[in-house]
């Protein structure tokens, strides 16, 4: 089915000067970037993305990474692109990425991972949400 997901080139990757290289893959994989920003987060805006992790151990290190430098925000649609995306991503943690994803290439740790992606369609719902108002989107 058609589908929409929630992508972030995080910091490390927009400082490392791939964020064209990152589209190329989503697009070459029948992936259309249908809204995109980029930001600096606060830190509020970032502990409300991850509210999820709240409790996590890893959370206020993942909040301080997400605020240390911009980031590229984007709404990816395509057949299966929940699914597609993570595929593209590679594993959570570098060391587990396959060769050929975008983690295995461009990440240097599971903090510093290069992007993120929704992992359902009901949270990439509530993700594109987070970010982008309706409007703001623009399917073709
Ligand atoms: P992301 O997909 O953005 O979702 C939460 C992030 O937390 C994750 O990518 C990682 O960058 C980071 N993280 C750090 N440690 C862990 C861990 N042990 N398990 C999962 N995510 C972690």
Do not use: C
């Not at 089915?1 to 029948?30: Q, W």
């Not at 259309?32 to 606060?42: I, R, T």
């Amino acid at each position: 089915a058609l589908e929409r997901t929630l992508s972030i080139i995080k910091p490390d990757a927009v400082a490392k000067n791939v964020v064209g290289e990152i589209y190329s893959r989503f697009e070459k994989a029948g992936l259309q970037v249908v809204a995109a920003k980029m930001k600096h987060l606060s830190r509020q805006e970032a502990e409300g993305f991850y509210a999820v992790h709240r409790e996590r151990p890893f959370f206020n290190a993942l909040v301080e990474f997400m605020v240390s430098g911009p980031v590229m925000i984007q709404v990816l649609q395509g057949e299966g692109a929940v699914l597609k995306n993570r595929e593209l991503m590679g594993a959570t943690n570098p060391k587990d990425a396959a060769s050929g994803t975008i983690r295995a290439d461009f990440a240097d740790s599971i903090d510093a991972n290069a992007v993120h992606g929704s992992d359902s369609l009901e949270n990439a719902a509530i993700e594109i949400a987070y970010f982008f108002p309706a409007t703001d989107v623009y399917p073709r």
